[in-house]
């Protein structure tokens, strides 16, 4: 059975965890098996909705204390669910969340871990998952050995699919240990895309000249519904915050639709967004190396060309 | 204050990755070796300053590797520490490395144990949890703020869509990431007395791995950029609404 964990932020299940919920209800169904969800803490959300994934079954503890994600507490309730439901196999998102909890269940639960799976497991024989290694340049086929098992998907990789269902949503009861770790304030952004979430990104470099030429990153990202990034070297001065640096020392991402505007495009900033499906690179330098790694791309003046993409992108919207 | 801080080989940020031995195998030859930057320039770093605040802190290095993992753990102990530890087993699996980590680190007593986020070689960000778990003890992952006053620690950390600060008390492990500290760069004094530090060799204990890499896989070559002139931006966005389909 395949016990999938439905991660909340500030009481809303995001995109991470339908994807998570796609794959594994895609995941039971290879293996003739059932999934089910769970889901910790109270939500403002209407979990039987979540059927329209393809889950029949929704578990949820909920309890008031489960409401800040403490990773010791997380791991022992999600464990105690585990055994409880006879699960062999848990899924996760590749998320925040699933980085801080995914390695301690799998010592709780002694169940191999794959993190970040990209496709779903090659069950022929054995189990065995593929994941992005050497930060986006290479990919690893990983056998896991138990026969529990924990996986996590890395955001992006998977589209959650949609249709028509309602799930059946159980109240459980599993003790709730006190946390260690007293969370004294949380600033998470509101009605913002999220920049790991988000399916398109504009991110813009040292090329841009200075923090108050960001409008048009800022216009364009926000027409698609996308999110703004920026390069290590505009972290560094402070032009834009430090969540928004993409690559080898930033975030990693992998959304359909990467514009990188004015960055050139060293190593360790393609470390950060090479697994994007399209790359698009708007940059004055033909020489610049990220047009080699490119889909799309314009040799011209980024103050040239963008206030163009966003008329034409204006068009195509109305 | 006693701190362990977990030291991982990977290859240069801008090292070529291939593979050999049918996919089996990383191609290590001409391979330019550096410490895993997230455990250098932030978890070491910030240990050190630890230290520099008060001189009674006790710095340990641990890293989990053959020899060839010595002229890493060398370098590391240029930047600052008092003594490193050298865990003589090749690591296989995320669990069987956190496995030997933790039995180190319960044997030595420490009060702190610095990891940074991932390695940039197989991005698991696994070390840490785990070694929390097998130590009982609280993790708080991806740090970029770090403070320890009197056994009270109070840490900032990226949690999905933002941040929270939290706090709690030793003994406690944390991962860390870029805000926790700022890189330095080893001077001729550090790397001389380097050389004299004390580098224990440590015997694994035995564990079986729960995973194993049955083989790599290089990414398919990129088709080549299609370029659009510069004074037809509207040609792009035709390009990525109907040939792309990205919007």
Redesign the interface.
Known sequence: MVLIFI?Q??RKI?K?SFEAITYGVKLAAQLNTTAAGLVLGQTDDDLSSLGKYGLTKIQQVDDAALND????VY?TVIAEAFRNAGADTLVMSA???G??????L???L???????AVSLPDTGNGF?V?????????????????PQRIVTVSPNAIRAESGSGEAQVEKITVAVPAA??????????KGEV?L??A??VVSGGRGLKGPENWGMIEELAKL?HGATACSRPV?DAHWRP??E?VG???G?IAP??YIAVGISGA??HL?GV??S??I??INKDPEAPF???????????AF???P??I???K??KQ | MKILVCISKTPDTTAKIAFTDNNRKFAADGVQWIINPYDEWYALVRAIEFKEKDPATVLHLVTVGAADAEPIIRKALALGGDEAIRINTDSHDAYTIASQIAAVAKEGGYDLVLTGKETIDFNGASIGGMVAELLELPYLSLATKVDIEGGAVRVIREIEGGEETDSTSLPVVISCQKGVAEQRIPNMKGIMGARSKPLKVVEPVAVDSLTSIEKFELPPAKAGVKLVPADQPEELVRLLHEEAKVF
Request: proline fraction near 1%; glycine fraction near 6%.
């Open positions: 991660d932020s500030e995001k991470t994600m403490d990773a010791q791991t998320n925040l969340t980085k801080a909890i995914a390695p301690r799998s010592v709780r002694k169940a191999g871990l794959v993190t970040g065995v593929k994941k992005a290694v050497f930060s986006g340049k290479a990919f690893a086929h990983v056998a896991v050995q138990t260690k770790v007293k969370v004294e304030s949380r600033d998470v952004l999220s790991a979430d399916e398109i698609l972290a430090h969540h640096h080898q020392t930033g990693a359909n639709l190593i360790q470390a090479n697994r499906k399209t698009v690179v047009f080699k790694a490119a889909d799309y791309g314009i040799v011209g003046d040239e060309v963008m163009k993409i008329e034409a992108v068009k195509l």
